[in-house]
């Protein structure tokens, strides 16, 4: 390993605790029609494309529960969520080019389209076990998110808006030598 990326490969997972506690607090000024940045998950978009799927998973587990500690939603959802993002975003690591536009765009695009659903997914996963009887002396949050509202208000624009955010930080992206997976 060189010493050049000893410094981003430890700090990423200050960065990530940085970026989920800004994604739980500041991020609420930059809402643009109702969504907010997913700053943790462009963080671990970009971080699976320039170090592979190894390092992007470890960072997607770290950043997930820093997002569940800050949001206060159901603890580990958000690492279900972020891990498989990371996967498909680390396909562009060695099997396709990252310098080329679209791998970014599509990384961004596909890993915040599986967070979503995943996430949305889980807990309506949550919600329906809370009311079987095998759960019946535990108290569950009870969590509302409708599958098509969500979809349509929440997912998709995240989906632009985070893709878009991607596409202006391309060219810093593309001036990161390209590593061996970690």
């Not at 992007?56 to 969520?81: T, Y």
């Not at 019946?136 to 929440?154: E, H, K, M, R, S």
């Amino acid at each position: 390993m060189t010493p050049n990326r000893l410094p981003l490969l430890y700090g990423m997972p200050l960065l990530l605790f940085i970026a989920s506690l800004l994604q739980s607090t500041v991020a609420v000024r930059l809402v643009v029609r109702g969504v907010k940045p997913d700053l943790v998950l462009i963080i671990v978009v970009i971080g699976s494309l320039v170090y592979g799927g190894k390092a992007g998973m470890l960072w997607a587990f770290l950043g997930g529960i820093g997002l569940d500690l800050f949001s206060g939603g159901p603890l580990g959802i958000s690492s279900l969520g972020l891990m498989p993002a990371a996967l498909v975003a680390s396909l562009g690591h060695r099997v396709l080019s990252r310098y080329h536009l679209f791998v970014p765009l599509g990384a961004s695009a596909l890993g915040t389209l599986i967070y979503g659903l995943i996430y949305v997914g889980l807990v309506a996963f949550l919600r329906e076990a809370s009311q079987t009887p095998l759960f019946g002396g535990i108290t569950l949050p009870i969590y509302q998110l409708p599958f098509w509202a969500t979809l349509q208000d929440v997912i998709v624009p995240a989906t632009v808006y985070n893709t878009t955010i991607v596409l202006f930080m391309t060219p810093l992206l593309n001036r990161v030598p390209e590593v061996q997976e970690i």
